[in-house]
């Protein structure tokens, strides 16, 4: 009986080890694993369409081409045309690509020109980044890049587009905004003119104002919720657009969260920058950065407001005793991408995009 009860006593203490160790006890419990980054490098690799204005430096203008990466982030491929003339290239180079999206690298061309990466953001879709950055020249840019991908028909350009231009290089330079109507037959509308526009199948458009007054092409995102394109004027102007499809309805709250910025702006304080704004959901700013002469410069305060349609204005204050004024803006239907132009008090007229973290 006593040596019964012994083998019990073992019986039990060995089953309550193994309840320890199948509940995870003694003390060597490690925590879950987090979530899988949202972004990796991986995610550049494709052809891209690309499309950038240079100011604020050397060789202002504006430039459109495309280039091929690898999974890896290596420049594979590519060239592009600026407006001063010259056809450039892509002979080397790299671009990465954090966690969050935050784009790096360096790419090299065969004019001699080194751009070197500042600082730039990708999509939630990844399929639409911008970055601005500086080259061994002095050149100064913003250049957006589109994704190669879907098909397009020309039902996909038909609708109200919200426009936000900024032109660099030529005879005049400033900021625009409005917005643009484009029938079924590929024509379009606005407050001041009139023309035509189409689309291929890979979504490269292209289109002209009577007259030659002016001719523009560019790329449509495989969302086909917004398009960048490049404007040549008959009087010597040069910009680039970004333009927004209006579809969706909006309330202030979407505007919440952290956002991070590209901008290129003309007028006496040319030149580009970057950084991050946070937003409550009531449209005020919480926090937040914006680069300005090789230091970071703290947001104060500010406040943006959205309509029902996704147009914003406000103003945005930094610790410096700038104020960003948002004349006009529009957030996409993914809620997720927003383009800005309006006036600093510094004297620079601006053009933003504007990506949610």
């Not at 972004?39 to 690799?45: G, H, I, R």
């Not at 999974?71 to 010259?86: A, E, K, L, P």
């Not at 999206?101 to 061309?109: C, D, E, L, R, W």
């Not at 969706?248 to 304080?269: E, P, R």
Request: hydrophobic share 35%; glycine share 16%.
């Amino acid at each position: 009986m006593k040596k019964a009860f012994c083998s019990a006593k073992i019986a039990i203490f060995f089953l309550s080890i193994l309840f320890i160790i199948a509940c995870g006890g003694g003390g060597g419990d490690s925590a879950p694993p987090g979530p899988p980054p949202a972004f990796s490098t991986a995610d550049l690799a494709g052809l891209w369409n690309i499309i950038g204005v240079s100011t604020g430096g050397a060789n202002q203008g504006i430039m459109y081409g495309s280039g091929t990466l690898s999974s890896t982030g290596n420049i594979t491929s590519g060239s592009y045309f600026h407006s001063i003339g010259t056809m450039a290239n892509m002979t080397g180079g790299s671009l990465a690509l954090t966690g969050i999206g935050i784009i790096s690298g360096v790419i090299n061309t065969s004019v001699g020109v080194t751009s070197t990466v500042l600082y730039g953001k990708l999509a939630a879709s990844k399929s639409f980044g911008s970055f601005v950055s500086t080259t061994n020249f002095g050149e100064y840019d913003l250049i957006t890049v589109i994704k190669s991908g879907g098909s397009f028909s020309s039902t996909d350009i038909q609708g109200t587009w919200h426009i936000c231009e900024i032109s660099s290089g030529g005879t005049v330079e400033n900021v625009y905004y409005g917005t643009l109507e484009v029938g079924s037959g590929g024509t379009f509308t606005t407050a001041r003119s009139s023309g035509t526009v189409t689309i291929n199948s890979a979504g490269i458009f292209s289109g002209s104002v009577p007259s030659g007054t002016a001719t523009f092409a560019g790329a449509l995102d495989a969302s086909k919720e917004f398009g960048v394109y490049h404007t040549t004027y008959s009087n010597g102007e040069y910009s680039i657009s970004i333009a927004i499809k209006e579809s969706g309805i909006f309330s202030l709250s979407d505007l919440g969260g952290i956002w991070h910025f590209t901008l290129a702006s003309n007028g006496v304080s040319e030149g580009v920058s970057y950084g991050t704004i946070q937003i409550d959901s009531a449209g005020q700013v919480r926090g937040g950065y914006y680069r300005s002469s090789g230091a970071n410069v703290s947001l104060s305060g500010g406040s943006v407001s959205l309509t029902t349609a996704g147009v914003l204005t406000g103003t945005i204050n930094a610790s410096d005793g700038m104020t960003f004024t948002v004349v006009y803006g529009k957030m996409n239907q993914s809620k997720n991408i927003i383009s800005l132009v309006g006036p600093s008090s510094t004297g620079g007229r601006d053009f933003i995009i504007a990506f949610k973290e």
